[in-house]
């Protein structure tokens, strides 16, 4: 196998020379450093990277637990968190926590336990196990998407985090409905405990009290983020004596089952009942009616959880901060509007 020694040997340079090429620890001169990846191109020398964890206390690695990665807003999440990682030279080990508190602490531990440098979580609807576990063993992490409560010794978050606005976005939806007629707008809610549905509620609530319709909580559901909740409270939202005439989804999954349960009464959209959705997808173009969403930032999402994630691995003891990205409304017609005008604007 070839060495380090080796590639000095070839390059005419010092081993620790070709160690400041490969690991960017110190600037080196162009015709020095280019001679190094020359000498390490012909050899075919590579990196041994357990060799190097045990001198620096480091794999570059980064642990990523996301449930849902069939979902495809956390699909470009993980495209997105893959890029920055091996942009940065870093491996990414993933986990799936299933939205399941026990199982959610497990495969953090058993990451950590691989020696990750740090990870990137979505937490659950009851993360006190994950965040219990994380400051006891002191580990690096983001918290992704989903923020939790919890304030820190300053008063501010205890751990990075890295979301998308929810609640302006959400707040957006109702007043475009209500600005198109709609007085019963109906909103189904995601999974209850979940930060992303606590502010998308919050921004319905508000875009309600923005357009001058009163609440009424016969109009909130929780379709529990999934296409078979959402399914079954819609039809609980159909049997009400006045049903909404417009309804407001709370993800991309949970609008699959909303407009199962349209299609099985034979309601037609935007014609019956007018639908906007929190979460664009790529199909959501093709459907007919063309579906009005907010699209989040997934993988700028989860690019710039990495480059918080890094920024805390230089440095330990800075505070942690929360970073919001803009989401952008995409308006086409399952709103009711004939022609989509302000497709792409941000929200």
């Known amino acids: 196998m070839t060495t380090m020694a080796d590639v000095a040997r070839s390059a005419g340079v010092s081993v620790a020379t070709v160690s400041h090429v490969l690991n960017g620890t110190r600037p080196v001169l162009p015709h020095t450093r280019q001679a190094v990846l020359d000498a390490v191109e012909e050899l075919g020398y590579t990196t041994n990277t357990l060799a190097r964890s045990l001198v ?11 449930s849902a990665i069939s979902n495809p807003y956390f699909t470009e999440i993980l495209q997105g968190v893959e890029a920055a990682a091996l942009e940065a030279g870093y491996s990414l080990l993933i986990a799936d926590p299933h939205d399941d508190p026990e199982h959610e602490r497990k495969v953090v531990q058993l990451l950590h336990e691989r020696r990750v440098d740090g990870v990137i979580v979505a937490p659950s609807a009851d993360p006190h196990g994950l965040l219990a576990y994380l400051g006891r063993h002191d580990v690096p992490a983001v918290l992704l998407d ?20 929810n609640a302006d976005p959400t707040s957006r939806l109702v007043t475009h409905l209500a600005g198109l ?3 019963r707008i109906g909103l189904v809610a995601g999974r209850p405990g979940l930060s992303t549905t606590s502010e998308r509620i919050s921004g319905y609530r508000s875009g309600l009290a923005f357009a001058g319709l009163a609440y009424d909580g016969r109009l909130l559901v929780h379709g529990d983020s999934e296409s078979a909740g959402a399914e079954q409270a819609t039809e609980a939202l159909l049997s009400l004596g006045e ?25 037609s959209v935007p014609d019956d009942i007018a639908l906007c959705c929190f979460d664009d997808f790529a199909w959501a173009d093709l459907f007919s009616p063309r579906l009005t969403a907010i699209a989040q930032p997934g993988r700028d999402i989860g690019a710039r959880a990495v480059h918080v994630l890094l920024e805390r691995l230089a440095e330990p003891h800075r505070p942690a901060r929360t970073v919001r990205l803009p989401c952008a409304f995409v308006h086409r017609t399952s709103c009711g509007c004939p022609s989509p005008s302000e497709e792409g604007t941000p929200s």
């Open 56 to 66: 620096t206390a480091r794999t570059r690695s980064i642990g990523l637990a996301v």
């Open 146 to 165: 989903r923020l939790v409560d919890g304030a820190g010794t300053d008063g501010g978050p205890r751990f990075d985090q890295v979301c998308a606005d």
């Open 181 to 183: 007629g709609h007085r």
């Open 243 to 267: 049903p909404p005439t417009a309804l407001v989804t709370g993800n991309n999954a949970m609008t699959i089952g909303v407009l199962r349960a349209l299609g099985a009464h034979g309601l």
